[in-house]
């Protein structure tokens, strides 16, 4: 199995900035694409941003322009930099491991972000 562990969420005012990160167990993270994930009460989850085991990213229309996802290999973890926070953006966000052949995707439990207006 793989374990994820999130951090650095928390309470913060529109216009700032958290940078959350991903622990991942193994030793196989260099193969795994990376995501990060975020749920609202009464919606459904939907993908922040991603991170491929080549570095190729892409992200939500929501965030692009101010977040940035980043990973180190040699640490086993991948990071979310989120600049100019706005209270939609309060969710809690989720990191995805997803190993191919065949693909699986792994969750962490989750770190909550709560912006304020």
């Known amino acids: 199995q793989v374990q994820l562990v999130e951090s650095g969420g928390g309470l913060v005012q529109a216009g700032g900035s958290l940078r959350l990160s991903c622990a991942a167990s193994?030793?196989?993270?260099?193969?795994?694409?990376m995501g990060w994930y975020r749920q609202a009460p009464g919606k459904e989850r939907e993908l922040v941003a991603a991170i491929s085991s080549g570095g190729s990213t892409n992200y939500a229309d929501s965030v692009k322009g101010r977040s940035t996802i980043s990973r180190d290999n040699a640490k086993n973890t991948v990071y979310l930099q989120m600049n100019s926070l706005k209270p939609e953006d309060t969710a809690v966000y989720y990191c995805?491991?997803?190993?191919?052949?065949?693909?699986?995707?792994?969750w962490g439990q989750g770190t909550q972000v709560t912006v304020s207006s």
């Open positions: 193994g030793p196989y993270f260099g193969s795994y694409t």
């Open positions: 995805a491991a997803e190993r191919r052949l065949p693909t699986r995707k792994f």
